[in-house]
């Protein structure tokens, strides 16, 4: 079985460009996440689809950032205008559902993200 | 808060030791209690997890204790191997919502 795609793997841009990531979950997982991992910290969570509706997004820096689910597979993640404090690694992961069986997250490889 | 406090930030373990990490959470809400590991250039990967109705789950050579009293949870790596070098995550979640809350990490390095 396929894992969670992810791409591109790097990235660097300067402050105040733009940069969009897309990811491709395990097929037939009905839920996706974005995450983002700064160095030394646990993944944070950014924004959660379930098909392609927004579950939480509640942490999500919605003037810079925005996120995208068509047809309820893959997914972007945008972020205009990169700030510094952007630079981080930004995981997507990818769940059957929720309880009881489907709350294992398989994550991707991640994006790693540097702003200069 | 939904805070999940993980401890140490950093464990040293020779080989055939026993690795012991510990979570704390805050928000009595969590009913899943998943632990996930992490190499370097990779995702994290699922690696062991537990409901609050149960106080340890054992998988082979990992085993989470789990206090619900105390808002306390632990995985004990027994026989440390040096592919056991990861970074180990704790999380907190809801079994309705899907979300984890994270903590902040435990760097494992074993020493052969």
């Known amino acids: 079985e396929a894992g969670v795609a992810q791409s591109p793997r790097y990235k660097i841009i300067e402050k105040r460009q733009s940069v969009a990531f897309w990811c491709n979950p395990i097929?037939?997982?009905?839920?996706l996440y974005w995450y983002q991992q700064i160095l030394g910290q646990g993944p944070k969570l950014l924004i959660q689809?379930?098909?392609?509706?927004?579950?939480?997004d509640s942490q999500l820096p919605k003037d810079r950032f925005s996120a995208e689910r068509l047809k309820g597979v893959d997914s972007t993640l945008k972020i205009q205008p990169a700030k510094l404090e952007d630079s981080a690694v930004y995981l997507c992961?990818?769940?059957?559902?929720?309880?009881?069986?489907?709350?294992?997250?398989?994550f991707g490889p991640g994006t790693r993200l540097l702003v200069l | 808060q939904q805070q999940v406090k993980q401890s140490p930030q950093s464990l040293i373990v020779q080989k055939g030791g026993i690795s012991i990490i510990n979570c704390a959470y805050e928000?009595?809400?969590?009913?899943?209690f998943p632990w996930y590991q992490q190499f370097p250039g990779k995702g994290p990967a699922l690696l062991i997890a537990?409901?609050?109705?149960?106080s340890e789950k054992k998988e082979g050579r990992f085993t989470i204790s789990f206090n619900k009293s105390a808002k306390q949870f632990s995985l004990h790596i027994m026989d440390s191997q040096p592919g056991d070098s990861a970074t180990y995550f704790c999380?907190?979640?809801?079994?309705?919502?899907?979300?984890?809350?994270f903590g902040q990490g435990t760097t494992l390095q074993v020493k052969p």
């Open positions: 097929s037939g997982h009905a839920t």
């Open positions: 537990i409901r609050p109705d149960v």
């Open positions: 689809f379930q098909n392609n509706g927004v579950v939480d």
């Open positions: 999380a907190g979640g809801s079994s309705n919502t899907g979300k984890l809350i």
């Open positions: 992961a990818s769940s059957l559902g929720t309880a009881p069986e489907g709350e294992t997250q398989y």
């Open positions: 928000n009595t809400a969590f009913d899943y």
